[in-house]
C-alpha cells in the first residue's frame, strides 16, 4: 500500500556515508490523510471531514482504498488541510489544488460534472 511518507533506498555500498550517530538521525517521518467531501450544487466549498495521523492516517487510507475513493498524494497541500478544523471548508490557499484534484478524480471516475455558467451569464 502507498502510504505517502517517504521510502528508504539502499544506497550503492561502494558510495555509502556511514549512519549518523543515534541523536542526530531524523525523525521518521508519520504518515498524514485527510478525507475530502463535496457535493456540486449543495456546497461552495469541500470540507475537511477526516484527518489523522500515524496509525489513523492508515486506517483513513485503508477506508478510502477498500470503498474505491481515489488517494493522491501531495505532502504540501495534506499539511495545509490536516490543520484545518474538521467540518471545515478548504482555505483558499488550497482552492486550485483542491480543484485540480477533484477533477482528476472525476474524469478518473467518469462523472465529470458539466462546467458551470460563467459569472455574469444568466442561469
Given at each position: 500500500?502507498?502510504?505517502?511518507?517517504?521510502?528508504?533506498?539502499?544506497?550503492?555500498?561502494?558510495?555509502?556515508?556511514?549512519?549518523?550517530?543515534?541523536?542526530?538521525?531524523?525523525?521518521?517521518?508519520?504518515?498524514?490523510?485527510?478525507?475530502?467531501?463535496?457535493?456540486?450544487g449543495?456546497?461552495?466549498?469541500?470540507?475537511?471531514?477526516?484527518?489523522?495521523?500515524?496509525?489513523?492516517?492508515?486506517?483513513?487510507?485503508?477506508?478510502?482504498?477498500?470503498?474505491g475513493?481515489?488517494?493522491?498524494?501531495?505532502?504540501?497541500?495534506?499539511?495545509?488541510?490536516?490543520?484545518?478544523?474538521?467540518?471545515?471548508?478548504?482555505?483558499v490557499?488550497?482552492?486550485?489544488?483542491?480543484?485540480?484534484?477533484?477533477?482528476?478524480?472525476?474524469?478518473?471516475?467518469?462523472?465529470?460534472?458539466?462546467?458551470l455558467?460563467?459569472?455574469?451569464?444568466?442561469?
Amino acid at each position: 500500500m502507498t502510504t505517502g511518507w517517504p521510502h528508504i533506498l539502499a544506497p550503492d555500498p561502494d558510495t555509502a556515508l556511514p549512519a549518523p550517530p543515534p541523536h542526530q538521525r531524523p525523525k521518521p517521518q508519520r504518515p498524514v490523510a485527510v478525507a475530502l467531501k463535496y457535493e456540486q450544487g449543495r456546497q461552495a466549498l469541500p470540507k475537511v471531514v477526516a484527518t489523522g495521523r500515524g496509525t489513523l492516517a492508515e486506517q483513513i487510507l485503508e477506508l478510502a482504498f477498500a470503498n474505491g475513493v481515489k488517494v493522491r498524494e501531495d505532502s504540501d497541500l495534506v499539511e495545509i488541510l490536516s490543520a484545518i478544523e474538521l467540518d471545515s471548508e478548504i482555505p483558499v490557499e488550497a482552492i486550485v489544488a483542491v480543484a485540480e484534484i477533484l477533477a482528476h478524480v472525476y474524469r478518473a471516475n467518469g462523472t465529470l460534472p458539466p462546467p458551470l455558467p460563467a459569472l455574469g451569464d444568466p442561469e
